[in-house]
């Protein structure tokens, strides 16, 4: 079973804070990869791509390192807003099923 | 507006009385999917459908049918419900499962069945 791993925290920060996220896939044949959010008991919501030339969106950046099989996410600036479930996940084979991992909940604190 | 509609967004059922969850989407999405959330275990998929009449297993289909007979509509079947399916259901959708070109794709998911089985 291919898998995808991610710390499952809790991370505990300030506002203001940066904080980082990484997460490991097993399959070096995965092609696509996404970050998605998931507030307490509501549906994931996609957040952003993954590409490996590295991608940013506002106070979130995005890294994909093929060669060490795993993914990242920073967010610079952290919000109270920020707090939730992050989700990696991952596409092993065009036209197949996305995998997820399990979560990284990240708790913002004023 | 683009939507993943589930119903019902709660339920609460006996064991053995047969169910079904419904999802609709309205974006003329190919692929279609079941998963299932439970505290620890993460999303796990249950069923998936990559286009009408085109549905397969996912990683925990026991207990479960469903059917694809129209584009928009998935529905989750529960036959004989039992206490272990008791659990968070999402359906999502999507153009195509993404490959090489079409990296910006993922899922768009529905608010979520949340079921219970006593």
């Known amino acids: 079973r291919k898998e995808v791993e991610q710390d499952p925290g809790p991370f505990n920060v300030p506002e203001g804070a940066t904080v980082a996220f990484n997460c490991t896939y097993s399959n070096s044949a995965s092609q696509s990869f996404f970050w998605y959010r998931q507030d307490c008991r509501k549906e994931p919501k996609l957040l952003m791509s993954?590409?490996?030339s590295g991608n940013e969106d506002g106070r979130f950046t995005a890294q994909l390192n093929r060669a060490s099989q795993y993914i990242s996410l920073l967010i610079r600036d952290s919000k109270l807003s920020d707090s939730a479930t992050y989700l990696c996940?991952?596409?092993?084979?065009?036209?197949?099923?996305?995998?997820f991992g399990k979560g990284t909940t990240l708790s913002v604190s004023s | 507006e683009a939507q993943v509609t589930q119903n019902p967004r709660y339920l609460i059922t006996v064991t053995g009385k047969k169910l079904t969850v419904t999802c609709s989407q309205n974006m003329n999405h190919e692929y279609m999917s079941w998963y299932r959330q439970d505290p620890g275990l993460g999303l796990r998929q249950i069923y998936y459908?990559?286009?009408?009449?085109?549905?397969d297993k996912g990683d925990v289909p026991e207990g479960y049918k469903v059917s694809r007979k129209e584009k928009r509509n998935f529905p989750l079947i529960l036959e004989s419900p039992s206490p272990n399916q008791t659990s968070l259901y999402f359906c999502a959708s999507s153009f195509k499962i993404p490959d090489l070109g079409h990296l910006n794709y993922g899922y768009t998911f529905g608010s979520g069945t949340r079921l219970t089985v006593v």
């Open positions: 459908s990559m286009n009408v009449e085109v549905t």
């Open positions: 996940v991952v596409n092993e084979v065009a036209g197949t099923a996305l995998i």
């Open positions: 993954v590409y490996s």
